[in-house]
Nanobody, 124 residues
């Protein structure tokens, strides 16, 4: 069983940057795909980004492509989400997630373990 703990959320002005971190424990971190999702008030949770086990491949939602960067440090059991050029529509609770299957990205539906979330608020 894995535990995922996010940090780094907060309030930022439009155009600013934030870096989210997610520390994992309980499973062999380097074997799993890691991802970030978000949920805005009144909306369903949506996929943001994912990174494969070795960090070679990354995947992004169209809405964040070119602005967000996902990365991981397997030695620290941590995944990051660097968020640049933030917009008010990026306001949401951001969740870290770990895949159920190992090594390769199988799509947003393959994530079975979740953190508690961290709030990101972008003011205009």
């Amino acid at each position: 069983q894995v535990q995922l703990v996010e940090s780094g959320g907060g309030l930022v002005q439009a155009g600013g940057s934030l870096r989210l971190s997610c520390a994992a424990s309980g499973r062999t971190f380097s074997s799993y795909v890691m991802g970030w999702f978000r949920q805005a008030p009144g909306k369903e949770r949506e996929f943001v980004a994912a990174i494969t086990w070795g960090g070679r491949s990354t995947y992004y939602a169209d809405s964040v492509k070119g602005r967000f960067i996902i990365s991981r440090d397997n030695a620290k059991n941590t995944v990051y989400l660097q968020m640049n050029s933030l917009k008010p529509e990026d306001t949401a609770v951001y969740y870290c997630a770990q895949s159920s299957g190992t090594y390769y990205y199988r799509g947003p539906g393959d994530f079975g373990s979740w953190g508690q979330g961290t709030q990101v608020t972008v003011s205009s």
